[in-house]
């Protein structure tokens, strides 16, 4: 089940471990790849600078509340030209400066052209997210 969450996500995500409550799954994944794309020059590399650990909240399953909690790397550029020592990889799935996926995302939008942000968060929670209606305003002003 955990492992069908990850590859709907993605298919370079390697799943690692699961826990698993009455009200919550957390997933831990790692990119299955072995570079990542300096974003600034576009130099491939595969010199890890630094881990760590990123959470990002996805679509609820089965009344559960999903956490991703993804181990990020950052890379170090060998690019001598470019003026970024370092990047962090990207995932498809979420925008770099985002705690929710891109269909968490698509899902608190959509949902906010028909309803208002409390009724939207009491929809997603009743689904099994963790959400307020401020998160739900923010998201929808920022997207819409």
Do not use: W
Not at 124 to 144: F, H, M, P, R
């Amino acid at each position: 089940m955990e492992e069908k969450i990850v590859n709907s996500l993605s298919n370079d995500l390697q799943f690692i471990d699961v826990f698993e409550d009455d009200d919550r799954l957390i997933i831990t994944c790692k990119s299955s790849l072995n570079n990542s794309t300096c974003p600034h020059c576009g130099k491939v590399s595969n010199k890890v600078h630094q881990k760590f650990i990123k959470l990002i909240q996805d679509l609820p399953f089965n009344q559960k509340d999903v956490t991703l909690k993804l181990m990020t790397r950052v890379f170090k550029c060998d690019n001598s030209n470019c003026k970024h020592y370092s990047f962090t990889e990207n995932f498809n799935f979420v925008n770099p400066s985002e705690k929710k996926s891109n269909r968490m995302i698509e899902k608190i939008v959509k949902m906010s052209m028909d309803y208002s942000c409390r009724k939207v968060a009491k929809l997603l929670n009743d689904e099994g997210a963790i959400i307020s209606k401020a998160t739900v305003n923010n998201i929808y002003n920022k997207y819409k």
